[in-house]
């Protein structure tokens, strides 16, 4: 095992915004203790999003969090395209999502811990309805194996691109369109016996009225 | 069945996108910026430790090695009391189809059994089928596909038996009972005969507890859930029996509705005198009573429960937040979306800072254009983004203003 180099200390916060993604992966693989607080800073947001969005409502996300950005301070000189920062911090999410997922899967057949008893980091103000539709979705995502899920969650909910969701997903582009063809169907399937999923899709959805008319 | 055109997969990936579009405004990224500063804070601290991890694995090396010493020494000297106890095991009785841990019934066969090395029994009724997903010393995970089964758990001390259905699972450490899940239709029963369980899934976030008689019924796709009182088993002599209420010892109305005890408390309601309760009962038992009404669908309950409540509280929290779910029953199960819009808007005057300010407001919006047309809710479109632009009617009351 190779020695680690010397170790990031999170100082004071650099004004990091006018730099762009390489210089900062660049420096964060040169060990310069002003990247990774300036990476945390620009992507802890994004990450926790990303991770919330992988797990669930229900779910924090904190420990998670930390164990993505501490991987990438271990593996950051595994970096070959520094321009790419992005989806390789969101790779490293999708691989401990996807570990916890596994491991919170056989927890929840072991011991039960499930998600409803957990803190619901709901958005301010949200619609109760809406509330429970998410979860309904969440729900139906539950029966679904964690690469299906994951591809699904990149793609309809983060909004990525499929090649983004293959680099994050570290497979190749044709295997993605597979896997969300087939989650896709099987998601909509189960959705549409799901009342309040399809009441909330159309109360939300007033373009759609318009379509059939 | 719904208004979305699903004809082709453009058009499914359009509502599975439009699904994903709520989750995305649900789950943010945002946290405090107390929150934030302890996250960094603790990643400092990490990082700080970092080059101690690799001591502290060798040190952790050497204590494992030191207590497996030990264990092998206490093996040899005192008979093995710290070796694990070995798991459960299980026969499958004929006509059960068994692939490894993968148990089926024909439904041309009759019921079917497993029997497990602790004495507890499962019975697979004709089609039912479900998986042995993990066997362990205090119990067993089991998972029930589709079908109709009965378990009874022997009650030991320590036992820990769970069985999951679909999104619901169940936990107990002695119980018998019979349950049933139908994915296509959504439909999960639990028929408690004795012991205790308790019951967690979509309409039981946080853990229904089901004591013996009782049987819970949840339809997701009507979005109820509902509980109610069976004969329970003459008790016998296993410990699993929950001990029964004794005279006097009553939980609150609220505990009750918690418990997920609606029909009891409007039975008890209704023993009472529906008149004599909405006029004596003290406001903690109003709300209950209005709550455990509108779960298990009695809406002229709720609605009386709930003018009770901003009749004689009517200086209270209460009293304000009743006149907003006056509204969602006018509005959801009543039809009447004019007094639904009155409603509403009487809670807006009261509480216009409220916890169900942007909810009431943008059900609001959605009634006045019902009622009135597009036009007339234009306004009210207006004022929803001039309060709440990040609300969840946000993108509705954009449209309705960008209409012609």
Not at chain 1, 165 to 174: E, K, N, R, T, Y
Not at chain 2, 155 to 183: E, K, L, N, Y
Not at chain 2, 208 to 220: C, F, R, S, T, Y
């Amino acid at each position: 095992m190779a020695a680690p180099g010397p170790r990031p200390v999170l100082v004071a916060r650099q004004e990091a915004t006018a730099i762009d993604d390489a210089t900062l992966a660049r420096s964060a693989m040169a060990c310069d203790p002003g990247a990774h607080p300036a990476i945390w800073d620009r992507y802890n947001s994004p990450v926790r999003r990303v991770l919330r969005r992988a797990m669930g409502p229900g779910n924090d996300v904190e420990d998670e969090v930390q164990e993505v950005f501490l991987r990438f301070y271990r593996n950051s000189a595994l970096l070959r395209n520094p321009a790419a920062l992005r989806s390789f911090l969101f790779g490293i999410a999708m691989r401990v999502a996807a570990s916890e997922l596994r491991s919170r899967r056989i927890r929840g057949w072991l011991r039960l811990t499930p998600d409803g008893a957990l803190v619901d980091h709901a958005a301010p103000h949200a619609d109760p309805d809406a509330r429970e539709a998410v979860k309904r979705l969440y729900a139906i995502l539950d029966r679904l194996e964690t690469k299906s899920r994951l591809a699904f969650v990149l793609h309809h909910v983060e909004g990525l691109e499929l090649l983004e969701v293959a680099s994050a997903l570290g497979v190749s582009l044709a295997t993605v369109k597979r896997r969300l063809s087939r989650v896709s169907a099987r998601v909509w399937a189960m959705a549409q016996g799901d009342r309040v999923l399809i009441d909330c899709l159309d109360a939300s959805g007033p373009a759609s009225v318009e379509k059939v008319q | 069945m719904t208004r979305w055109p699903t004809s082709s997969p453009e058009d499914r990936d359009d509502a599975l996108d439009a699904l994903g579009r709520m989750a995305r405004m649900h789950l943010t990224g945002d946290v405090s910026p107390q929150e934030e500063a302890e996250a960094r804070r603790r990643l400092r601290a990490h990082l700080a430790r970092e080059p101690l991890a690799e001591r502290a694995r060798r040190k952790a090396k050497l204590w494992i090695g030191a207590a497996a010493m030990a264990a092998v020494v206490a093996a040899i000297f005192v008979g093995r009391p710290l070796l694990p106890r070995p798991a459960l095991t299980f026969d499958v009785d004929v006509p059960v189809v068994s692939q490894r841990d993968y148990l089926l019934v024909p439904s041309t066969a009759p019921s079917g059994h497993v029997t497990f090395s602790d004495g507890s029994k499962l019975t697979l009724s004709p089609g039912a089928r479900g998986r042995i997903v993990a066997l362990h010393a205090d119990g067993a995970a089991i998972g029930l596909e589709d079908g109709r089964v009965n378990l009874e758990v022997a009650h030991r001390a320590g036992a820990r038996w769970s069985v999951a259905a679909g999104p619901f699972a169940i936990v107990m450490t002695g119980a018998v009972f019979d349950m049933r899940w139908s994915g296509a239709d959504e439909l999960f029963e639990v028929d408690l005969r004795s012991g205790s369980l308790t019951i967690r899934g979509p309409l039981a976030a946080s853990g229904i507890e089901l004591a013996a008689g009782q049987k819970l019924v949840a339809d997701l796709r009507a979005g109820q859930l509902r509980i109610e009182r069976v004969a329970p088993e003459a008790p016998d002599d296993t410990s699993a029996m929950t001990a029964p209420t004794m005279p006097g010892e009553s939980a609150s109305w609220m505990q009750r509705v918690a418990a997920g005890d609606f029909r009891g408390v409007l039975a008890d309601a209704d023993q009472r005198g529906l008149d004599n309760t909405l006029i004596q009962s003290t406001l903690a038992d109003l709300v209950a009573l209005a709550d455990a009404a509108r779960y298990a669908g009695r809406v002229d309950v709720a609605h009386r429960a709930l003018l009770a409540q901003r009749d004689r509280f009517a200086r209270s929290s209460a009293a304000r937040t009743a006149a907003f779910l006056l509204g969602r029953l006018a509005d959801t199960s009543e039809s009447q979306p004019a007094a639904a819009i009155a409603w509403y808007d009487r809670y807006l005057a009261e509480t216009p800072g409220g916890e169900f300010a942007s909810e009431a407001l943008g059900r609001k919006l959605v009634a006045v254009q019902r009622v009135s047309g597009a036009a007339s809710a234009r306004p009210v479109a207006q004022e929803y983004l001039r309060r709440f632009p990040q609300g969840p009617y946000a993108t509705k009351a954009r449209e309705l203003t960008l209409s012609p």
